[in-house]
């Protein structure tokens, strides 16, 4: 079964910067395209960020020019940069993946997800 686990994050103030990592205990990790979802508090889990096979980064319209999504191919690891946060960022982030051709989460069973919190 894969496992995907989430870490780096944190509190932080508004303004404030976190990276956060997602390892993938996956065969042909270059293979799919990868992504991050967030779920805020009595929110449902959205969609944010992916980064294509071939390395081109998509993102929603909250998070455009603030986050920048990266990949480590060999590493087995996606990253999310985020920068000036802001205290709806708020959430619980999660990463998954899309097989190609296909915008539905790949994994039924997602990691633990690591925790932002943005507050003053």
């Known amino acids: 079964q894969v496992q995907l686990v989430e870490s780096g994050g944190g509190s932080v103030l508004p303004w404030g910067s976190l990276t956060l990592s997602c390892t993938a205990s996956v065969n042909i990790f270059s293979w799919y395209t990868w992504v991050w979802y967030r779920q805020a508090p009595k929110k449902r889990r959205e969609y944010i960020a992916g980064?294509?096979?071939?390395?081109?980064?998509n993102y929603v319209d909250s998070v455009q020019g603030r986050f920048t999504i990266s990949r480590d191919n060999d590493n087995r690891t996606v990253f999310l940069q985020m920068n000036n946060l802001k205290p709806e960022d708020t959430a619980v982030y999660y990463c998954?993946?899309?097989?190609?051709?296909?915008?539905?989460?790949?994994?039924?069973?997602w990691g633990q997800g690591t925790q932002v919190t943005v507050s003053s």
């Open positions: 980064i294509s096979a071939g390395g081109r980064p």
């Open positions: 998954n993946a899309y097989q190609p051709g296909s915008s539905a989460p790949t994994f039924n069973s």
